[in-house]
Structures are given as structure tokens and as C-alpha cells.
């Protein structure tokens, strides 16, 4: 046994000795292999990358959330569709519509309604702009929004209007930088709130999706949906003359905590406020089952167009559809680029056997000689195999550095997340492997049937 190894260890030490004596041509070889083998691990960090990218955005946008997006009815149109449109009455999105879904649609796991408006957030003279989001407790579940800090809304809370919020990473980061936020208030436009909680900070990008209702969510400060309509904004209780005529104004309801208190942030504000009349920004709905997202899609449809008197004044999107196709695109660009990749390995095999071949013809008074001393076929085959399977291996390696490179500039340069495998690792480095056998084979083979005579009689 010892000397059968010992006896096919010499063959690869003589194939060892080929490569360094002839440099310049073991690296040339192998060039096919080394841009085939980092094109393909660039590829698939690329996949992976975008894979991951696709799966922390469904986190964001929730799993099995449905969006319904307010759509305003363009005043201007004159097609008959539209002036049908115009003579009938919606109330718009409101707090009914979340009542109605809660009581009606059994698949509905949560439900947060939402209203939103820029402004200035403000403490000791420093000011930020951000977002104010009125949500209820649920909104936290539903995008998957974990707290560094704090709790979320309790029930007395949430149901009045209590002064109260949930700040963003960044707000924490301006504001708080060396205290401890909870227990502390921010002013937001001239409304005093106690923080009681922090959210995680994302890096996440959801650009394309903010239009649909996804919100940036390190620069947002959430309060209870009851504060928002007392407190800021309720477009259910006043007309558009209202809006503009008693902006800043206080209301009053039947006591002290029914104070409504409508506040005009900035000019566009009150530009929306004139034209948009619905009570509420955006209606999240989640689903128990994946399955459950379509059927229940339809039904809300059907539903709100009942509600809102046959008019079309609300959009539904399903982000994770919308996502799930866009991973579907992806994995067949990534398909593509990877079969593009791959075909350069397998050019690199073909130089490599054609160059293998060229070195048999080189190499037949050798062959002979050995032949003529006691060497066996195998022993030729071994050689040879060794060589080519030593060269798309040593490429392969550093196809493996060169790949990790271009993966890691990829990310810098392009911005293109890209995760590079371990699992891609030993891909390439097999697949070069395998090319070396595989287009090794033949030229030692023929190497192995040269006859001894013959080849010690070549010129």
C-alpha cells in the first residue's frame, strides 16, 4: 500500500516540477480558470446578496400586509368616468372602515390605521425635521418594529389620546444622544410628548416603496392614533374652509381630553388638507396565512367600494407580492449572469486541454523514456492528470481571492449588497476541480498510449 502511494506520488512530483519549469504557460493556462471561478463566486454573492436584500424588505414591509392608500380623485378630469365620480359621496378612509374590517373579515390577524404629517420636532433649541405617525399598538407587530427601549402604547394610552410617543433611531440620536430618552418630552409642533419608548435603528432600504406607505422608520416619532385625531389632525371633523380658516385653532369636545386641536405644519400641509379628505393617511391590514392574501385583497375591495358609495378613492397593494416578483426577476438575472459566468470555466477547461494536448506532443520523448524504464500507463495518466488537475486547482484558489475582491468592490462602488458563501466557496473551488479532471483526462490518456519505440524514434 505504502508503495503504490509512494509509486503515484512521484508521478505528481514530476507533474509538480512540469508546472514550475514552464511558468509562464502553468499561468496562462490558468487564467480561464481564475476569471471563471471569481466571475461565478461574484455572481453568486450578487444572488445572495440580493436574496437577502429582498428578505429584509419583507420583513420591513411586514409579512402578509395589505396596504389600502387613499387615492384623491382628480378634480380636473373630464371623462364621464370622473364627473360620475364626483356627484357621488365618500367619506374617504376612516376610522369606520377599520371598525367594519375588524368585525367582518375573519382572516384579519392585526389592523393599524395610520396619519401622518411632516413638521419640526424641537428641544432646547435644537430643531429636526421628521415625521409624525399616529398608529395604534399593532403597527409595531405588524412591520416587525422591535423596541431598544420603553414600551409601546398601553390601552389607557391608546384609547385617550394621551400625550405620549415612540421615537426612530435618529430622533434618538439628536435629541438623546447622552441621556436617557424615556421619560423625557420632545415638542412637536407646539405639543409637548413623553417618550416612552425607542425603536431598533434599520439600515434597511426600501426606496420604492415609501410612496405605498412604508415609512422611514429612524426619523419618525409614533403616537397613539386617539392622540393624532384629538390632538393634530382630524380631517373627519372639518370641512376644507374649516382647515384653512382655523388653522391653529383649539376645539372642544364634551371634556377635557376632547380637545381636537388642528394645526396647519407648512403650506403644502394645508395645500393637502384643502384637496384631501379622507380621515386617514393608510389602513395596514395583515392576514393569518400567505394564502389568505388574495381572496382577502378582493374582499376588501368589494367592501370599501360598498362603503365609500361605488367610489374608486382607495388603492390595495400587497408589498410581499410585489416583492416576491421582483426576487422572481432577480434569480433569473442571476441565472443568467451565472450561466454567463460558468461559461468561462469551461473555456478555461478547453485551454487547458488544448494545452495539455500540445504538451503530450512535446513531452513524447519523455513519455517514451519512462515507459522504457518501468513506467506504467497509470503512471503516465497520473502525470499528466495531475498537472492539468494542479493547474485549474492553483487557479481555482486564486480565482477564489480575486472573486471575494470583485464581490466586496461590487458592494462598494455599485452599492449592491453582496454576500459571498461559504457554500459558493466550495462550489467554485469543486467546479475547478472538476474541470481539471474532467479536461485533463483526455490528453493523459492519449499520453498513455503513445508506444515507447515510437516515441523514443520521435524527432
Known amino acids: 500500500m505504502i508503495k503504490f502511494i509512494l509509486r503515484y506520488f512521484h508521478d505528481i512530483e514530476i507533474a509538480v516540477e512540469s508546472i514550475v519549469s514552464n511558468k509562464l504557460k502553468s499561468i496562462l493556462t490558468a487564467l480561464g480558470i481564475i476569471f471563471g471561478v471569481a466571475a461565478v463566486i461574484a455572481m453568486l454573492a450578487i444572488g445572495k446578496g440580493a436574496k437577502q436584500e429582498i428578505m429584509d424588505q419583507m420583513k420591513m414591509v411586514g409579512v402578509n400586509n395589505i396596504l389600502i392608500n387613499p387615492v384623491i380623485p382628480d378634480k380636473s378630469s373630464s371623462s364621464e368616468e370622473g364627473e360620475k365620480q364626483q356627484k357621488k359621496f365618500s367619506r374617504g378612509l376612516n376610522m369606520l372602515d377599520v371598525d367594519a374590517i375588524?368585525?367582518?373579515?375573519?382572516?384579519?390577524?392585526?389592523?393599524?390605521?395610520?396619519?401622518?404629517?411632516?413638521?419640526t420636532a424641537m428641544l432646547n433649541g435644537v430643531k429636526y425635521t421628521a415625521k409624525l405617525v399616529g398608529v395604534s399598538n399593532d403597527y409595531f407587530e405588524l412591520?416587525?418594529?422591535?423596541l431598544v427601549a420603553g414600551t409601546v402604547f398601553n390601552d389607557f394610552q391608546e384609547e385617550n389620546g394621551i400625550q405620549v410617543c415612540i421615537i426612530g433611531a435618529n430622533i434618538r440620536a439628536k435629541f438623546f444622544s447622552k441621556i436617557d430618552p424615556i421619560g423625557q418630552y420632545i415638542k412637536f409642533n407646539g405639543i409637548w410628548l413623553k417618550v416612552i419608548g425607542v425603536l431598533q435603528k434599520t439600515n434597511v432600504s426600501l426606496t420604492g416603496f415609501e410612496e405605498k406607505g412604508v415609512n422611514v422608520y429612524n426619523d419618525n416619532i409614533y403616537i397613539p392614533i386617539q392622540t393624532m385625531l384629538l390632538r393634530y389632525q382630524n380631517r373627519a371633523l372639518v370641512n376644507t374652509k374649516l382647515v384653512s380658516e382655523a388653522s391653529g385653532m383649539q376645539f372642544f369636545g364634551g371634556g377635557g381630553m376632547m380637545m381636537a386641536r388642528i394645526v396647519s405644519s407648512s403650506s403644502d400641509a394645508s395645500a393637502d388638507s384643502e384637496t384631501n379628505y379622507n380621515q386617514l393617511d393608510r389602513i395596514v391590514v395583515q392576514v393569518n396565512e400567505t394564502e389568505q392574501l388574495q381572496p382577502t385583497t378582493e374582499i376588501l375591495s368589494r367592501m370599501l367600494t360598498r362603503r365609500h358609495t361605488g367610489v374608486k378613492d382607495f388603492e390595495i397593494t400587497v408589498p410581499e407580492l410585489l416583492l416576491k416578483q421582483q426576487q422572481r426577476t432577480k434569480d433569473i438575472f442571476n441565472i443568467v449572469l451565472g450561466a454567463i459566468?460558468?461559461?468561462?470555466?469551461?473555456?478555461?477547461?478547453?485551454?487547458?486541454?488544448?494545452?495539455?494536448?500540445?504538451?503530450?506532443?512535446?513531452?513524447?520523448?519523455?513519455?517514451?523514456?519512462?515507459?522504457?524504464?518501468?513506467a506504467k500507463k497509470m503512471?503516465?495518466?497520473?502525470?499528466?492528470?495531475?498537472?492539468?488537475?494542479?493547474?485549474?486547482?492553483?487557479?481555482?484558489?486564486?480565482?477564489?481571492?480575486?472573486?471575494?475582491?470583485?464581490?466586496k468592490l461590487i458592494e462598494q462602488i455599485a452599492g449592491i449588497m453582496t454576500i459571498v458563501s461559504f457554500f459558493s466557496v466550495v462550489i467554485a473551488f469543486g467546479v475547478s476541480a472538476a474541470v481539471g479532471v474532467i479536461f485533463?483526462?483526455?490528453?493523459?490518456?492519449?499520453?498513455?498510449?503513445?508506444?515507447?519505440i515510437e516515441s523514443l524514434r520521435y524527432e
Open 102 to 119: 375588524k368585525e367582518t373579515l375573519p382572516s384579519v390577524k392585526r389592523i393599524s390605521p395610520e396619519i401622518s404629517f411632516n413638521s
Open 143 to 146: 412591520y416587525n418594529l422591535p
Open 341 to 374: 459566468a460558468s461559461i468561462s470555466l469551461i473555456v478555461g477547461g478547453i485551454g487547458i486541454m488544448n494545452i495539455m494536448f500540445a504538451s503530450v506532443m512535446e513531452r513524447i520523448k519523455e513519455i517514451g523514456t519512462r515507459m522504457a524504464i518501468g
Open 379 to 407: 503512471d503516465i495518466v497520473v502525470q499528466f492528470l495531475s498537472e492539468a488537475v494542479l493547474i485549474s486547482v492553483s487557479g481555482g484558489f486564486i480565482g477564489i481571492f480575486f472573486g471575494v475582491v470583485m464581490a
Open 440 to 452: 485533463g483526462y483526455s490528453p493523459a490518456k492519449r499520453a498513455s498510449e503513445k508506444d515507447p
